[in-house]
Structures are given as C-alpha cells and as structure tokens.
C-alpha cells in the first residue's frame, strides 16, 4: 500500500505517486511502438478504401470511369484521414468535433444518396 484511505496527501507522498505514475507510463510506452500503431491505422485505412473501391467498381461504375469524379470521391477519405491525425496529435481538442456526417451530405448532393449512404 503507497497511501492509506484518509491520510493527507505530503509533498513526499506526492512526489512518490507522481514516480509510480511516470514509471507507469514509461512501462506502457515501452509497449507500444509508434510504428506498430502507425501500421495497424494504415491497415486499417486500407481495408476501407478497398472495400470503398469495390463497391464504386461494383455499383457505381460510372463513377469510377471518370476520373475527376473518382478523385473527388477518394480526396475525402484523405482529407478526413489527415483531418483526425492532426487533431488526434492535439491534447486540447477531440476527434469528435470533426463533422464527418457532412462527406455524406456533400457526395448525396454531388451523385446520388445510395453511394453517400455507403460512404457514411
């Protein structure tokens, strides 16, 4: 036990909880490698944009014939992907502030709701 239940909190007591919280954090650090999440987030990325392909390929082929349409399509996942990386890196700020239900407004107003209903 570091601290019984009731006892006031000391300069030294503080100063050996924030020693436990540090070499907690270093312990779990150690576990997770940034190349390890930068590759399970780029696996997953993957995975969403092929199945994103496919089903353009496959059900809106008109769409992925032309090109300027095909990279307006696939320019929102990058935006939105290099949206929330940057917000993510900020402390102050949330994910959840990112509007991401207006990708499918803009693509039900550019083609047709039932490509925006599967990009949502």
Not at 7 to 21: G, N
Not at 59 to 65: E, I, L, P, Q, V
Request: charged share 20%.
């Amino acid at each position: 036990m570091i601290v019984a239940k009731g006892t006031t909190i000391t300069d030294e007591i503080y100063d050996e909880l924030a020693s436990f919280k540090a070499a907690y954090e270093e312990e779990i650090s150690k576990d997770r490698s940034k190349i390890g999440i930068f590759l399970g987030y780029f696996l997953m990325t993957s995975i969403i944009i092929s199945v994103f392909l496919l089903y353009i390929y496959r059900y809106s082929r008109n769409h992925f014939d032309q090109f300027g349409k095909f990279i307006f399509l696939l320019s929102w996942f990058v935006i939105y992907s290099y949206l929330v990386y940057l917000i993510d890196g900020i402390t102050v700020l949330s994910v959840y502030m990112i509007p991401f239900c207006i990708i499918p407004m803009v693509i039900k107003h550019f083609f047709d709701s039932r490509l925006a209903l599967f990009t949502h």
